[in-house]
């Protein structure tokens, strides 16, 4: 019997994830079934189930890969620039489906809570590094504390995530990430 490569594994569990991702966005949690995750997937329950336990925690990896993504963008360029990419990606349902998911297990599914909790900060603490780094170079505002900008940031994060989930339209948030993102810089000095 051939060996299989390392790269063989891992394009295999990205054909996976890939087929996932647009599974759970079509279909929520519950209406991905496993048939439905063969046929998104294009292969059998075994292979899926080869590498991730149970449907559970194949999304727990998307959804830690979304937030992996996430975080990397916020170490580089702020979380104000996730929201930017966000709006950009907006016609791609696949992230958002993730991410509403997510946050509806969150409210309903104490173990999934438990679950997520482990792997969820990430994006906490990439955002409160990227704004301890502004501060220490003076781009970041003084008068409110690092902990409720990072909140403040979160929180306008997930109200975008619902406007985008509701539909409504996108054409000018552009301005309003502007404004918030204003509002976390230090203030300009005027000579």
């Known amino acids: 019997m051939p060996r299989v490569s390392t790269d063989q594994l891992a394009a295999r ?3 996976i994830l890939d087929g996932a991702r647009t599974c759970f966005a079509d279909h929520g949690y519950e209406g991905a079934t496993v048939r439905r995750l063969e046929q998104y997937t294009g292969l059998s ?5 080869h590498y991730f336990r149970d449907k559970e925690a194949l999304f727990l990896a998307l959804a830690e890969q979304d937030a992996g993504r996430m975080a990397d963008v ?6 104000v620039q996730v929201m930017r ?5 907006h ?3 696949s992230w958002l489906g993730t991410r509403l998911e997510v946050s509806r297990r969150l409210r309903t599914d104490p173990e999934f809570r438990a679950r997520w909790q482990e792997h969820s900060g990430a994006l906490t603490a990439a955002t409160r590094a990227r704004l301890e780094r502004q ?3 003076g781009a970041l505002r003084d008068d409110v504390p690092i902990p409720v900008l990072a909140q403040y940031l979160e929180l306008v994060l997930e109200g975008l995530v619902s406007h985008l989930a509701m539909g409504l339209p996108v054409d000018d948030l552009g301005p ?13 000095r005027t000579p």
């Open 176 to 188: 309003v990430l502007d404004v918030v993102e204003n509002g976390v810089r230090a203030a300009a």
């Open 45 to 49: 329950r075994g292979a899926i189930f």
């Open 135 to 137: 501060a220490a170079a």
């Open 74 to 79: 916020v170490a580089e360029q702020g979380l």
């Open 91 to 93: 016609g791609d349902r």
């Open 85 to 89: 990419d966000l709006l950009d990606a």
């Open 13 to 15: 569990r990205r054909q």
